[in-house]
């Protein structure tokens, strides 16, 4: 796969990335696989990958400030 940036080659890595869900909530999900671009670091998440995230971020609770889950395969 390409980067949608500069063109180079995105390579599997693990990662920890935080959402924001509101104007004074974020969630950061730990282990996160992702596809980071080895020349630029821009980096995506596949489908699947996303589908769980979305589903991850649906269980939180929006009242918190910051809530650190782990992605679970």
Request: aromatic content about 4%.
């Amino acid at each position: 796969m390409k980067c949608h940036v500069c063109g180079e080659h995105l390579e599997p890595m693990i990662s920890d990335l935080p959402f924001r869900l509101g104007p004074t909530s974020i969630v950061v999900i730990k282990k996160l696989p992702v596809l980071e671009c080895t020349n630029c670091t821009e980096f995506s998440i596949e489908d699947p990958v996303m589908e769980k995230v979305e589903h991850l971020l649906e269980q939180t609770d929006g009242a918190a400030e910051l809530e650190v889950i782990a992605y679970a395969a």
